[in-house]
């Protein structure tokens, strides 16, 4: 057991957290949109319109906030043209990115925003600039949000919707620098204001123009953005170039040829990964210290719109399904991930874990021989944590000289903390990522005192432990009654690798 001492200054308000941070990434891969999302309309799988029902359930206990779609990879050969009118007469494709398998088209424009209505939450949609044109992204915006009448209007109007849709968030292409079209960031970024410029509002529609950005650590990328940005605010331009601009990080526990298994996984494993997700705090700074540079007022926002774990495939499963076991290691990510975003709130306006279902980090597994559903460790992150949706974030100091674990090849730190205030309460997420210590925590709360409090922990007994159609609460919250208080202070104690959030009202 370690003591440590989390201060939250609940009376120093900083930037709100984006309820945005905690999006969603669907994608044609694998099982996430067929089978996961999308069994049909004749489908014995009880469905609203062809769209799971269990899934959308579950799901609506996270209140996504944004769903990005339909890829990734897949955004840049998809041709959104081919996913409307009468499902039987839409032509097929090939899935090169992905198993190289058929895709039928039965999932397209209007089940994905049938899929957002029914989800409560705003789409996010990825336009195709690698094997794409111009004019097919303009037409895609114009059929999406233009109301009255126009040749994509019309078009919309005999495939049975007359209103246009809201669409706030829109992607120029994916990962342009690989199988997006291998270009230099140069060119993508004359690109990126070709295509932009055609995107437009339509009626009040007003579009958050995201440019896809750099791989992990490739800051010059983020630069040569950056430098399109301020050209055009130095030609006076009468608008930017784009509103925001990406970045992808993932998180593995080996090397990309050899990223380990998502469960039975060994101690090494384990710490390399912890340190891969707690590296994406400088990584981000980084990113954000090259904006800075260009854009100091912080009017583009940073996108984190592909992070989480990538493991290799559940052995037997088709290597290009991307299907893996999420166990309690993903969701201590997942927390870690959080307080990062939380800390970097004002320029971090947006991120989608990579994927909803059935995909990489997935909230939701189904099985496809008897149509179970379980919820993962992570999804119990994200549902624990929507507390910090749209909050105000405030500072948080640790004295935790204990929190650390010595390694042959360094120390890693051990407890990671991040708080906001909403409607009149402090919510503080705390993470031990100690294997074997617990972490007996005192939370000073400066500012306030401390009025009711309560708190969730997610502890299961190992740090694999994983919910699966046999036992699907292995890995579940459980309240934590009788939190010891005094006026300022709450302690909590934390399991070995476990997650809780604790709440405390302020009167
Ligand atoms: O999320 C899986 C893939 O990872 C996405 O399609 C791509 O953008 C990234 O390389």
Not at 88 to 95: L, Q, S, T, Y
Not at 156 to 177: A, I, K, M, S
Not at 193 to 216: M, V, W
Not at 218 to 239: H, I
Request: hydrophobic share 40%; proline share 7%.
């Amino acid at each position: 057991m370690s003591d440590a001492t989390v201060i939250v200054n609940a009376d120093i308000p900083g930037p709100r957290i984006s309820r945005h941070v905690y999006g969603h990434f669907a994608e044609h891969l694998g099982a996430c949109i067929y089978g996961g999302f999308w069994v049909g309309e004749d489908s014995p799988v009880p469905n609203v319109g062809g769209i799971r029902a269990d899934v959308v359930e579950a799901l609506r206990e996270l209140s996504i906030p944004n769903l990005r779609w339909p890829g990734g990879c897949f955004a840049d050969e998809y041709h959104w043209q081919d996913g409307i009118g009468p499902r039987e007469e839409r032509p097929r494709m090939v899935n090169t990115h992905w198993g190289n398998v058929e895709e039928n088209n039965h999932f397209g424009t209007h089940e994905f925003l049938a899929l957002c209505e029914q989800l409560g939450t705003e789409p996010y949609v990825v336009g195709n600039v690698g094997s794409g044109t111009v004019r097919e992204m303009s037409e895609w915006v114009e059929y999406l949000t233009r109301s009255g009448s126009s040749p994509m209007v019309d078009l919309r109007r005999e495939n049975g919707r007359d209103e246009p849709w809201r669409v706030p968030f829109w992607g120029l292409g994916n990962e342009p620098w690989g199988g997006g079209g291998n270009m230099r960031p140069e060119v993508y970024a004359d690109l990126a204001r070709q295509y932009a410029t055609f995107c437009k509002n339509h009626g009040d529609n007003r579009l958050y123009r995201i440019a896809a950005g750099a791989s992990e650590d490739d800051y010059a990328w983020t630069e040569a953005l950056m430098r399109a940005v301020a050209d055009m605010k130095a030609a006076q331009f009468p608008s930017l170039p784009f509103e925001a601009l990406s970045v992808h990080y993932y998180t593995i526990g080996g090397t990309w040829t050899d990223k380990g298994p998502a469960t039975g996984f060994d101690e090494a494993s384990y710490w390399r990964t912890i340190r891969r997700a707690q590296a994406v705090e400088p990584l981000l700074r980084r990113h954000i210290a090259v904006m800075d540079r260009y854009d100091p007022d912080r009017e583009i926002g940073l996108v984190v719109d592909e992070w989480g774990t990538w493991w290799d495939v559940e052995p037997g499963t088709n290597p290009g399904f991307l299907f893996q076991q999420n166990t309690m290691r993903d969701a201590l990510v997942a927390s870690l991930h959080f307080d990062v975003f939380h800390r970097l709130a004002e320029r971090v306006v947006m991120a989608n874990i990579a994927q909803t279902v059935n995909v990489l980090q997935a909230m939701l597994l189904t099985d496809p021989a008897d149509g179970t559903l379980v919820r993962t460790p992570t999804f119990h992150v994200f549902e624990m944590n929507k507390v910090h949706h749209d909050a105000t974030s405030v500072p948080v100091h640790l004295r935790a000289p204990g929190a650390v674990r010595e390694l042959t090849d360094g120390a890693v730190p051990t407890l990671s903390a991040s708080a906001s205030v909403a409607g009149g309460a402090c919510h503080v997420s705390l993470t031990n990522t100690d294997l074997e210590r617990s972490q007996d925590v005192t939370i000073e709360l400066r500012g306030s005192r401390v009025g009711a409090v309560a708190g969730r922990l997610l502890a299961p007994s190992s740090v694999g432990a994983f919910n699966a159609g046999a036992h699907p609460a292995d890995v579940a919250p459980t309240a934590v009654d009788e939190l010891p208080v005094t006026a300022s202070t709450v302690r909590i104690t934390l399991p070995p690798h476990s997650f809780a959030v604790v709440r405390a009202e302020l009167p």
